[in-house]
């Protein structure tokens, strides 16, 4: 049997919390015999196993298609947002890219408006508030047109479909020294405003989205770029800047 195909041992400092006002603390554990072919959170489900078996409380993480597209599953490793692997969720995030006997830190999303609800978990519905301040076309469009019928130039069409990535996992936040949304609200205005559905409301859109950020507490964007670092989906630095122009323009 290879050096690789052997099972890792693993000393895991994770984050326990009990609700929000609880002060929480870091509680080691070891893992061991883990295949290095195992997502993290499969790792995670084997170490619950045995704290249950144990009589121990179980780590509360979320998770959900564990194929890295419905923005669930999130937590700082080694004080990386979704850990170091470049474009990957945690939920794709392999043992194999770890070495046998390493120490892995895991915390939860650190901002004020993402609470911790239960050791990894925090709430996020800060997130939808944002997307229920204007995060949608409310112009009756009826049945679908035929395809190609609206003429949409094909940078503006790459651009709308990279910010249309965004899964709302909160990585960008977690990273920001500011925790700043404005990465996840650009792409979510972005991916609107540069089609033709989304024109009629452009500027209000912008305008209520912003606002509501604020609103919710996340701070400003100083151009950092923490957040598309650890984008999952790569999402770039220049949507904060259309979101911005929208923004100033609706503001006049």
């Given at each position: 049997?290879?050096?690789?195909?052997?099972?890792?041992n693993?000393?895991?400092?994770?984050?326990?919390q009990?609700g929000?006002q609880d002060?929480g603390?870091?509680?080691t554990?070891?893992?061991?015999?883990?295949?290095?072919?195992m997502?993290?959170?499969e790792?995670?489900?084997?170490?619950?196993?045995?704290?249950?078996?144990?009589?121990?409380?179980?780590?509360?993480?979320?998770?959900?298609?564990?194929?890295g597209?419905?923005?669930?599953?999130?937590m700082v490793i080694?004080?990386?947002a979704?850990?170091?692997?470049?474009?990957?969720?945690t939920?794709?995030l392999?043992?194999?890219?770890?070495?046998d006997n390493?120490?892995?830190?895991i915390?939860p999303?650190?901002?004020a408006?993402?609470p911790?609800?239960k050791?990894?978990?925090v709430?996020?519905?800060?997130?939808d508030r944002i997307i229920?301040?204007g995060g949608?076309?409310s112009v009756?469009?009826?049945?679908a047109?035929?395809a190609?019928?609206v003429?949409?130039?094909?940078?503006?069409?790459d651009a709308?479909?990279?910010?249309?990535?965004?899964i709302?996992?909160?990585?960008?936040?977690a990273?920001?020294?500011?925790?700043?949304?404005?990465?996840?609200?650009?792409?979510?205005?972005?991916?609107?405003?540069?089609?033709p559905?989304?024109?009629?409301e452009r500027d209000s859109?912008?305008?209520?989205?912003?606002?509501?950020?604020?609103?919710?507490?996340?701070g400003?964007?100083?151009?950092t770029?923490?957040c598309?670092?650890?984008?999952?989906?790569?999402i770039?630095?220049?949507t904060?800047?259309?979101?911005?122009r929208?923004?100033?323009r609706?503001?006049k």
């Amino acid at each position: 049997m290879s050096e690789r195909a052997k099972g890792m041992n693993l000393t895991l400092k994770v984050w326990r919390q009990n609700g929000p006002q609880d002060k929480g603390r870091m509680v080691t554990y070891r893992v061991e015999d883990v295949s290095p072919d195992m997502s993290f959170l499969e790792m995670l489900d084997v170490l619950n196993e045995r704290l249950i078996l144990e009589g121990d409380d179980p780590i509360a993480f979320d998770h959900d298609c564990r194929e890295g597209i419905c923005g669930m599953c999130g937590m700082v490793i080694n004080g990386v947002a979704h850990g170091e692997q470049v474009a990957t969720t945690t939920c794709q995030l392999h043992m194999r890219h770890f070495e046998d006997n390493a120490v892995i830190t895991i915390e939860p999303w650190r901002a004020a408006p993402f609470p911790v609800v239960k050791d990894l978990v925090v709430d996020r519905s800060a997130f939808d508030r944002i997307i229920q301040a204007g995060g949608f076309i409310s112009v009756p469009a009826g049945s679908a047109p035929d395809a190609h019928s609206v003429p949409v130039k094909k940078v503006d069409a790459d651009a709308a479909f990279d910010a249309a990535t965004c899964i709302g996992c909160g990585a960008c936040v977690a990273a920001c020294p500011n925790g700043s949304a404005s990465l996840f609200t650009a792409a979510k205005i972005t991916h609107l405003s540069l089609l033709p559905q989304g024109q009629p409301e452009r500027d209000s859109r912008a305008k209520a989205m912003v606002e509501q950020m604020d609103a919710e507490g996340f701070g400003g964007c100083t151009n950092t770029g923490e957040c598309t670092a650890v984008c999952p989906k790569g999402i770039p630095l220049d949507t904060i800047a259309r979101m911005n122009r929208d923004y100033l323009r609706a503001s006049k």
